[in-house]
């Protein structure tokens, strides 16, 4: 079966070569303007997550739709609703403070594969709809700080964040929260600084801008990691087709159990 400990397909670079993703222990941010693509990229490891043993998947979706076929498959799906996102934020916060007294007692660093403990792979899109659109202010000030937490301390925890928002600004995604995901993923953009908001500074001087890439170029994105320099790729596009097909297979495989039982609602903070 799947994992999320293995390197997750999500597309093709410009020699036709295959990318792979090692997304555990990393998060991964994913910006750009409408239409870009973030949706086909959020899908594929969406996707993967749902098919994936002893993984719980927890979906925050403001318009509900385009993480809304899986809601199925997901252990705990939100929609237009910031109260309720926080208190998901804030159980899955007090999951990994459990999770990190367990590893004290056992003076470890952080959750390995063969502990035997589920990875829980938290996708959000959008960020800015929870951080700067729904609620008031101090709601969308508690999301924000909760995420950020969640980005900072839920890698070593086995807690991977998934993020994508179509406003890559500061006031969406700071700075300081930015060079917290391992990887980001920089769609088309409008401006050389937006581009460089999402990968990091200084990268469009150095040839590398996601304002280049054309508006008929959907799905194609420049992708960094850590330390790395930035590659150009085109995502894997799933049809609606496809993704209800794995929804419906991925609760099949649930309910029996064979990749790990899914969390009740209740229960998530357990």
Not at 55 to 66: A, I, P, Y
Not at 135 to 162: P, Y
Request: with cysteine; glycine share 10%.
């Amino acid at each position: 079966m799947l994992s999320m400990y293995d390197p997750i397909f999500i597309g093709i670079d410009e020699m036709r070569r295959p990318v792979y993703l090692p997304l555990s222990g990393r998060n991964l941010l994913a910006a750009g303007e409408p239409g870009g693509g973030k949706s086909g990229l959020i899908q594929c490891i969406g996707c993967h997550a749902a098919l994936a043993d002893r993984t719980r998947l927890v979906l925050l979706d403001g318009k509900q739709v385009e993480l809304g076929m899986l809601a199925q498959a997901a252990d705990k799906f939100v929609g237009p609703d910031i109260d309720e996102a926080n208190l998901t934020l804030r159980r899955l916060q007090r999951v990994m403070d459990n999770r990190y007294s367990w590893l004290t007692a056992r003076r470890r660093r952080k959750i390995e594969q063969y502990d035997d403990v589920n990875v829980i792979v938290v996708i959000i899109d959008e960020i800015a709809y929870f951080s700067a659109t729904v609620g008031d202010e101090r709601q969308q000030r508690e999301f924000i700080a909760l995420l950020r937490d969640l980005v900072a301390r839920g890698r070593a925890a086995g807690i991977i964040v998934v993020a994508a928002t179509q406003r890559p600004s500061v006031d969406i995604i700071p700075k300081s929260m930015r060079d917290l995901f391992g990887y980001r993923a920089a769609f088309r953009c409008t401006s050389t600084g937006s581009s460089d908001i999402i990968l990091g500074d200084g990268w469009s001087g150095s040839g590398y801008s996601a304002t280049e890439i054309l508006p008929t170029s959907q799905g194609v994105c420049y992708l960094i990691a850590e330390g790395g320099t930035p590659r150009k790729i085109k995502v894997a596009y799933l049809t609606d087709s496809d993704i209800a097909h794995i929804a419906d297979y991925a609760v099949a495989i649930r309910r029996t159990g064979r990749n790990g039982s899914p969390i009740p609602t209740h229960q998530l903070a357990a």
